[in-house]
């Protein structure tokens, strides 16, 4: 079973990731490709989010492992790349945004189960104003478009969107991971 959390930054994702690894240790994890780039700081642009949407990819259509949980797939920084159009950033141009819509395709079709953390007032999530938060609206809105558009997920894999306090989304995430078991 190969699982994706995605969700704008802080919605949860870690939490919920963790959480479920205490349940089912037999899930390797994929850590938040921004662990794994080389960019100083902590500015969103778009270089920053090509080179973790393309290590999100990469490590999704190369990785062998059977049972795996990922922070984030390519469909997150798909979304941050369109938000950060949204919000008058540079954008990718056409040809580059056709090349990140097939990359995230091609990963994603060897997934099972997209769960999808959308942002909610009532999960209690506390977030302050370094997070980014117009960034975090804007990617939050694409995203839920994107999981959405089968041209850029598939149509093989469940997507799950999940709410409410840790130990729902928890259930949730169980419930889903059984039902694309089957």
């Avoid at 642009?45 to 999100?56: E, K, N, P, T």
């Avoid at 995203?143 to 989304?169: F, M, N, S």
Wanted: no cysteine; aromatic share 4%; net charge negative.
């Amino acid at each position: 079973m190969r699982i994706v959390v995605s969700g704008t930054h802080a919605s949860g994702k870690s939490t919920l990731i963790s959480d479920f690894r205490l349940r089912h240790p037999e899930f390797a994890l994929m850590p938040d490709p921004f662990e794994l780039v080389d960019e100083a700081g902590d500015v969103a642009h778009v270089v920053l989010f090509g080179s973790q949407l393309r290590i999100a990819a990469d490590r999704l259509r190369d990785d062998a492992t059977e049972d795996v949980i990922a922070e984030r797939g390519p469909v997150d920084f798909l979304a941050y790349l369109l938000a950060l159009e949204d919000l008058g950033g540079r954008g990718l141009d056409r040809e580059a945004l056709a090349r990140a819509v097939t990359l995230t395709r091609e990963a994603m079709a060897g997934v099972d189960l997209l769960v999808v953390l959308p942002l909610s007032a009532r999960d209690g999530i506390a977030v302050g104003e370094d997070e980014h938060l117009e960034l975090r609206e804007a990617m939050d809105e694409q995203l839920l478009d994107l999981v959405d558009d089968r041209d850029v997920v598939g149509d093989r894999l469940l997507v799950a969107e999940i709410t409410g306090p840790p130990e729902v989304r928890l259930a949730r995430l169980e419930e889903a991971a059984r039902t694309r078991r089957g």
